[in-house]
């Protein structure tokens, strides 16, 4: 299942809260499932992802991010070639997802791609490719101590009851993607868990994929939504 087996690489440390306001919604269906828009948009800046980046202190407390020096080549897990972005010495990372994807990228069956073949979801057209963007790879940071350090930036965040993330989805046209009953199975770990109901429409191009987990009375409940709530922020999980 997706959430449990792609996007959650999110370490629960975060202890920010935030309110939920997604940025396209289209209310709710005939039988009360909540349908959601997940297009990006193809404008360059619409494809332009940026904002300052945040670090764990000793404490387990989100900081800003201050690099010694600039960070360049931070990419997609090397799988987009050609397309990188940097972390500035201010600590403010930009990446452009690219449009179109270079020819090389290597595309697989949507339900594959959002990591939802293994649910019950209808897929609106079964010939539907994409590719997935879970996070960024930094090469390497230089702390003040001259360790070299690999780290994942992703955008998410958490709080005491919650937590929560987005993937970054490319598909090669339109596409509806639908759970229409409540999905439960257990992680890797034997912790049960169940999907929310869903219908997401997607659009050609690039999505934000949306994932919140929090707890229930048997184990916790997740919900998937297209578009990107407010709150999120750029963390950087130093290994």
Same mark, same amino acid.
């Given at each position: 299942?997706?959430?449990?087996?792609?996007?959650?690489?999110?370490?629960?440390?975060?202890?920010?809260?935030?309110?939920? @306001?997604?940025? #396209?919604?289209?209310?709710?269906?005939?039988?009360?499932?909540?349908?959601?828009? /997940?297009?990006?948009?193809?404008?360059?800046? /619409?494809?332009?992802?940026?904002?300052?980046? %945040?670090?764990?202190?000793?404490?387990? #407390?989100? *900081?800003?991010?201050? $690099?010694?020096?600039?960070? &360049?080549?931070?990419?997609?897990?090397?799988?987009?070639?050609?397309?990188?972005?940097?972390?500035?010495?201010?600590?403010?990372?930009?990446?452009?997802?690219?449009? $179109?994807?270079?020819?090389?990228?290597?595309?697989?069956?949507?339900?594959?791609?959002?990591?939802?073949?293994?649910? $019950?979801? #209808?897929?609106? +057209?079964? +010939?539907?490719?994409?590719?997935? *963007?879970?996070?960024?790879?930094?090469?390497?940071?230089?702390?003040?101590? /001259?360790?070299? %350090?690999?780290?994942?930036?992703?955008?998410?965040?958490?709080?005491?009851?919650?937590?929560?993330? @987005?993937?970054?989805?490319? *598909?090669?046209?339109?596409? !509806?993607?639908?759970?229409?009953?409540?999905?439960?199975?257990?992680? %890797?770990?034997?912790?049960? %868990?169940?999907?929310? &109901?869903?219908?997401?429409?997607?659009?050609?191009?690039?999505?934000?994929?949306?994932?919140?987990? @929090? &707890?229930?009375?048997?184990? #916790?409940?997740? !919900?998937?939504?297209?578009?990107?709530?407010?709150?999120?922020?750029?963390?950087? +999980?130093?290994?």
């Amino acid at each position: 299942m997706m959430a449990k087996k792609s996007f959650w690489k999110l370490p629960a440390a975060l202890a920010i809260s935030t309110a939920l @306001v997604f940025a #396209s919604c289209g209310g709710n269906d005939s039988s009360g499932i909540p349908v959601t828009d /997940a297009g990006l948009g193809t404008s360059l800046e /619409a494809r332009t992802l940026s904002g300052d980046v %945040y670090v764990w202190d000793a404490k387990g #407390s989100l *900081v800003p991010f201050k $690099p010694s020096a600039a960070i &360049p080549d931070i990419t997609s897990n090397d799988l987009l070639s050609g397309a990188a972005g940097a972390i500035s010495a201010q600590g403010q990372f930009s990446f452009i997802l690219p449009q $179109p994807l270079p020819a090389d990228t290597p595309l697989a069956p949507f339900a594959q791609v959002i990591d939802m073949e293994d649910m $019950p979801v #209808s897929i609106s +057209n079964a +010939n539907a490719m994409g590719f997935a *963007v879970l996070g960024f790879d930094s090469p390497g940071i230089w702390t003040p101590a /001259a360790n070299l %350090y690999e780290g994942w930036l992703f955008r998410g965040n958490s709080g005491a009851n919650f937590w929560e993330g @987005v993937n970054f989805i490319y *598909v090669d046209r339109d596409v !509806t993607v639908a759970l229409s009953q409540e999905f439960s199975e257990a992680d %890797y770990n034997g912790d049960p %868990y169940t999907i929310i &109901p869903f219908t997401i429409n997607f659009s050609k191009g690039w999505n934000i994929l949306h994932f919140k987990e @929090v &707890p229930a009375h048997n184990g #916790s409940a997740i !919900t998937v939504r297209g578009g990107e709530p407010a709150g999120l922020k750029w963390i950087l +999980n130093i290994f």
